[in-house]
């Protein structure tokens, strides 16, 4: 280290595992200069790259003549705070992935480019006093200001340009005419917000929820956890508003984590109904503009609220009172490639950190959270009835061996669907699979239709007549007859298109619905749906997990499990407790009016222990069974792992390379790690490459996080290395 004047210390996306020595341009104001600015800087070849200064130093690993300007200084303010830049430095350093991508990925797309912060702050239109007040009718001679008027006022809240000129297309003038007459102005995002209005409750809250609403007002100024165990239905997301009034009246802000299939507009609409304030909101459906206009008013404190879904986990908040994380045990809450983070660890540790309370909301909490509970880590709170008075559903196992079948359908359970239908009530059925078939082969020669980039079976879509890759995405023409030997080929196995094609014909004059994501990919397909659900227009619904989260239907007395053997034999660890929670979560969209509901379970396995003992004993009995076998074989959360994942075209390649990473972290930890390896993925092969695992497993975190860097940092210079993707894997979630 050579001791140098100012030097800036700045973090760029890329790869690279390292920040970068800058020196001041002439222009700025040293004294300006501060950690979370962006700089504009040249980089390798690249003349404009935009870059965050991390930190300032007078230390530098290379000679001050080397070192270059910056170009200049973006922003007259720095976009992160540095409690925030000490947070995604603690990211960077837990999931050992480079600082400058953990850095960028938290900022907006917008900012991640480098135009100016000042871009996204003044483009808000909201009402004036006058402009609240004025009758927007009487605007005869101006129709189009009279309808934008209307609007703002329909609105409440202030809408961004762009909201404005999505409705109204090329409104300029008559924004900029309603502002001369001084209706509306333009403001800072958010600044009109400043009013406050929570409307009231309508309900009363029952005793357990009461009881929970006070647990945790009593520590609301300490960084306690809470899991706030209850039934889907029981009244969590009221336990979670009544709390945060109180927290959002003392002048702090919300912070609330919602599953990708769980943020839709209405989940949304309820909190605005509620808070009438300034609420921020992440996720991958806004334009740019708005996210980051979001994003500035949830760093600035005006946002009161910010709900998102996972990658929400990096808004900076000026003064968080309380984190909530629904679905805590939801799998999106973990990004699966890239910067492979968990949302709600991360939210666990911003909790600890900032001295905020968190609360985990689940029906079926995940083994890590209910093991914490158990160490007395997070505290247990339970909503055990449902909230209006609803009855938890009956359970039917339904052994299908040798039953008569439609399809998937059992008799049984065609006598079932048509009672209730007679019955005027709605019908659930669930398979977490689409499509119209799973295989395609010919029993005279064996020959099956399978993808060659993946080697695994084409699912056969009927309703566009061609075979799909479930796995890489790829489509080809269906084919009737064997390409070996001309004999007509057989489909297997079902899929929802299947029970949609078998239920259409038992039953001609009801109105079926099948939901999954062929039938949901325009816009508002999902909305639609759901409304034609609660009007009662739909008899018959059919979905995979799509339906499975979340959503209300009090009318669906009946619910059928179709397929309830799939993933009973998997080879990953977590498939039991991932199987137990979509068995339960399937189970709960039912009896949630005052109607009784049941659950059909088909199985071939009735006798299996998964089955007896979520049904007799209930989802925290069969997970305490579940711990016990983990604690027995050291698995998660008795232990920690680290994935390191190889693909590679050439099988041997990946092999290779996990096979000298394994030495060479045998030896940097003197064999003290647990480490298995080359393991198959599930995917064993996925569009045309191998993909293989090391898995490393220690039960001390910190012996198993010791030596990760100085690993890493080898096996980027390995020769095997250039000709495999890899990527570590911390707390990985899934074999697949
Ligand atoms: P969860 O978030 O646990 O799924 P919700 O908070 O959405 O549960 O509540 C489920 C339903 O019960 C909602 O329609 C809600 O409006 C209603 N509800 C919640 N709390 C009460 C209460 N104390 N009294 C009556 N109805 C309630
Ligand atoms: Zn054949
Ligand atoms: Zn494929």
Known sequence: MIA???????????????????????????????????????????????????????????????????????????????????????????????????????LPSALRKNNPITKYDEKFWGLTKKGVAFEAGLMKQAPKQSQLLKYLQERKIPATEEEIYSIYPRSKQSLLS????????????????????????????NKDQKSATNEILKSIDNGSIFLLDGLTGSGKTEVYMTLMESVIRAGKQCLILLPEIGLTPQQIQRFKDRFEVNIAIQHSGLSDTERTQHWLAARSGKAKIIIGTRSAIWTELANPGLYIIDEEHDLSYKQQDGFRYSARDMLITRASRDKVP??????????????????????????????????????????????????????TLVDE???????????????????????????????????????????????????????????????????????????????????????????????????????????????????????GEIDILIGTQMLAKGHHFPNVTLTGIVDADRGLFSTDFRASERLAQLFMQVSGRTGRGVKEGTVIVQTYNPEHPLFQQLIEHGYNYFCNSLLQERDHSSLPPYSYMVFLRAEAHNSNDAKQFINDATMQLNQLTNNKLLLFGPIPALIEKRSGRYR???IIQSDSRKSLHAQLDNWLENLEKSKHSKKVRWSLDVDPQDMA
Request: aromatic share 8%; charged share 25%; proline share 5%.
């Open 4 to 106: 140098h004047p100012l030097i800036l210390r700045v973090a760029i996306a890329t790869p690279l595992r390292r920040l970068f020595d800058y020196l001041p341009d002439d222009a700025s104001n040293l004294n300006n200069l501060q950690p979370g600015l962006r700089v504009s800087v040249s980089f390798g070849r690249r003349k404009d790259v935009t870059g965050v200064v991390v930190a300032l130093s007078n230390q530098s690993d290379f000679p001050y003549n080397k070192l270059k300007k910056i170009n200049h200084v973006i922003d007259r303010h720095s976009v992160i705070g540095s409690k925030h830049l000490s947070l995604l430095e603690w990211a960077s350093n837990y999931y050992h992935y480079p600082i400058g991508e953990v850095i960028f990925s938290a």
């Open 178 to 205: 309603l502002k001369d007459k001084g209706l509306v102005t333009k403001k800072t995002a958010g600044d009109s917000d400043n009013a406050l209005k929570i409307n009231k409750s309508p309900f009363k809250l």
């Open 358 to 411: 968190v609360i985990l909301g689940s029906a079926t909490p995940s083994l890590e959270t209910l093991y914490n509970v158990k160490k007395d880590r997070y505290k247990h709170l339970i909503l055990s009835t449902r909230a209006a008075n609803a009855k938890p559903p009956k359970y039917r196992l339904l052994d299908i061996r040798g039953k008569k079948m439609h399809g998937p359908i059992s008799q």
């Open 417 to 535: 669907i048509t009672k209730h239908l007679n019955n005027k009530n709605q019908v659930l059925l669930f398979l977490n699979r689409r499509g119209y078939a799973v295989h395609l082969f010919c029993h005279s020669c064996g020959w099956k239709a399978e993808c060659t980039r993946c080697d695994l079976p084409y699912t056969y879509h009927k309703n566009i007549n061609r075979l799909v890759c479930h796995h890489c995405g790829v489509t080809k023409r269906h084919i009737e007859q064997c390409p070996d030997c001309n004999e007509a080929l057989l489909l297997m196995g079902h899929g929802t298109e299947r029970i949609e094609e078998v239920l259409s014909s038992l039953f001609p004059k009801a109105t079926i619905s099948r939901i999954d994501r062929d039938t949901t990919r325009k816009k508002n397909a999902m909305h639609d749906y759901l409304e034609k659900i609660h009007s």
């Open 692 to 694: 293989y695992q090391l």
